[in-house]
């Protein structure tokens, strides 16, 4: 049963991928002849969310929306089936066991998909999050109902869309494991010249060693749930590789140049991994500027560079444009919890609870479960470091990778007369720009793992290149057997037994749990369902919070369509509320 569970699944993220490829492939039609699978699949994946973020501002989330995106991608296959017939025929080239390689992999991350969901905030904001989505358009005042509403993840519109027929209720196996596949299979060729010692770009020991945490959430993490932070961290390492391989192409005259086609694949990349994870906007912000500037210098036509710059901003404008309105609507600001921008609208949040909730998250990433007032200062930081050395995957192997790449690029750098080029430094400016702000914002380690990796790459290829560039085969070998025994040390650690335990103990897909609930009244008379334990609604009826407010009401008192408006006040949080914020 189990086995045959994760047959569907992958089989639905088949049909998903190659109606994202056919979406993917119509837009890049538009400016290029020619593209990869993989480029067109992100793209696809991009201009999906682009079209759900408009459609949710003015209707529900429902099984026309997903007929309507697989119409769109079949369209797309045959408008362009010459180009892609020749990429799946230049696929089926590859060596016999590549391909099965790469099936046993995404058959692998199905059947862990398979498992029944331990993610504790699906059942605190993303189940819910998803039943509104498909119930309404977006909600004005929502967050005043529950302040997590208002986080506004793109993901939760993906997962609503996929979470249609025969997987309603359930697509919270799909999501993540579907992106989570793609980025295996991405980096997959880049891994395989490593270790075959062919011939090897600095593009591709960077993928290889984002092969590190892509293996580690592929086997370890949690993959069942409305996950955020993996996509997120994804779009960027994906996007942020994009932006790495073009740089590296300067240097390496023996790589064709693939022009700025791709860069708009980064850029739009960046884009939706900041409607994904708000936590993403400056790494995402800096990194999209570096690739517009390239866009800029490698385009020699003045006609065609205007037209990629266009495009570039045009595809990033229908991804985010949207999605800020899409949080005012839902909040009142357009970067909830962040306060800045308020729109001065009657559903918008009171100004004391977003900053109740940004505290909230400032506090939990430094430490999780204290209150906002042990966090405040630098008491925390003798806590968080113990919690930090501890984790091999977000800090022990990728500080290791960056001080090893640090090392040996400048003992070498020093020694070369003349020194050599180091353009691809350039995506460290993103990188360390957006370390310092995760750890002003919230350093946990899951909300940085895009620009750690991103960071570790950057500097672990210059150290690698530098001491393999002219050397026998031996050194390149080393390297390699390096990134091996730091994937093991990540693999190997506490606790990996637990979720295949979980596991294989399955029978079928197991839907989301169910919450118990009881129904409070506000002062209005609006009836609440609040969990009667804990703080999980999962997929209970609307509306559910498990912070009841007694102040809140309906904006026209007859329709939970019209939103939601609040008059909590300061004196009030704690009354209402539990003095820390998951």
């Known amino acids: 049963m189990l086995l045959f569970s994760a047959l569907e699944i992958f089989l639905t993220w088949a049909f998903a991928g190659f109606a994202l490829i056919g979406i993917g492939s119509a837009i890049l039609a538009l400016l290029v002849e020619d593209f990869s699978l993989f480029d067109a699949f992100w793209m696809g994946l991009s201009g999906s969310v682009a079209v759900l973020e408009i459609w949710n501002l003015l209707l529900p989330i429902t099984s026309s929306t997903t007929m309507v995106l697989f119409c769109a991608g079949i369209l797309g296959i045959f408008l362009n089936r010459f180009i892609l017939f020749n990429r799946v025929k230049m696929v089926l080239q590859s060596p016999l066991w590549l391909i099965l390689f790469a099936v046993a992999i995404a058959l692998f991350i199905a059947l862990r998909s398979a498992g029944p969901c331990d993610y504790y905030d699906t059942g605190l904001y993303g189940a819910p ?31 609503a869309v996929l979470q249609q027929g025969l997987w309603r209720d359930l697509a919270h196996h799909l999501f993540a494991g579907l992106i989570i596949a793609a980025l295996c299979l991405s980096i997959l060729p880049a891994c395989v010249r490593v270790f075959a010692k062919s011939y090897v770009s600095p593009a591709d020991w960077f993928h290889s060693i984002l092969a590190i945490p892509a293996i580690f959430w592929a086997t370890r993490s949690k993959i069942v749930g409305t996950l955020t932070d993996e996509p997120a961290a994804i779009a960027c390492l994906v996007a942020a590789g994009l932006l790495f391989e073009n740089f590296s192409q300067s240097n390496d005259a023996s790589q064709p140049s693939r022009g700025s086609s791709r860069l708009l694949v980064a850029t739009s990349l960046f884009s939706l991994a900041v409607s994904f994870k708000l936590s993403t906007v400056v790494f995402a912000l800096l990194a999209w500027c570096l690739a517009y500037r390239r866009i800029w210098l490698l385009s020699r036509s003045t006609q065609k560079r205007t037209t990629y710059l266009v495009a570039a901003l045009t595809f990033s404008a229908l991804i985010l444009l949207p999605w800020l309105v899409r949080s005012i609507i839902l909040s009142g600001y357009p970067l909830f919890p962040a306060t800045i921008l308020g729109f001065p609208v009657d559903w918008k949040t009171p100004f004391c609870v977003a900053k109740w909730y940004a505290t909230g998250v400032q506090s939990w990433g430094r430490i999780p479960e204290a209150s906002a007032a042990d966090t405040h200062g630098f008491a925390w930081l003798s806590v968080w470091l113990g919690h930090a050395f501890r984790n091999r995957v977000a800090f022990q192997v990728p500080l290791t990778i960056s001080l ?45 793992q895009f620009a750690i990796w991103t960071t570790a790459g950057t ?11 002219g050397r026998p085969p031996a050194y390149a070998r080393t390297a390699s057997a390096l990134l091996l025994l730091l994937l093991v040390w990540c693999l190997v650690g506490y606790g990996w037994k637990e979720p295949y335990r979980l596991l294989l103990a399955v029978e079928g897909l197991p839907p989301l749990p169910t919450a118990d609930l009881v129904v409070r009244h506000t002062l209005s008379g609006l009836s609440v369902y609040v969990p009667a334990h804990g703080y999980q609604c999962w997929n209970a009826p609307l509306p559910c919070t498990p912070y009841f407010d007694e102040t809140l009401r309906l904006r026209n008192g007859a329709s939970m369509r019209s939103g939601f408006k609040s008059q909590l006040r300061a004196e009030n949080l704690q009354k209402f509320w539990p003095t820390t914020v998951r």
């Open 129 to 159: 999050a998803v039943r509104w989505i498909q119930s309404y358009p977006a909600v004005p005042g929502l967050t005043n109902l529950h302040g997590r509403l208002g986080f506004n993840s793109s993901v939760f519109l993906f997962i």
């Open 404 to 448: 090893a790449g640090l090392a040996a690029f400048f003992a070498l750098r020093i020694r070369s007369k003349p020194s050599p080029p180091c353009s691809w430094l350039w995506p460290l400016l993103p990188s360390l720009a957006a370390m310092v702000f995760w750890f002003w914002a919230s350093p946990d380690m899951r909300f940085g």
């Open 459 to 469: 500097l672990g290829t210059c150290g690698i290149v530098a001491a393999t560039s």
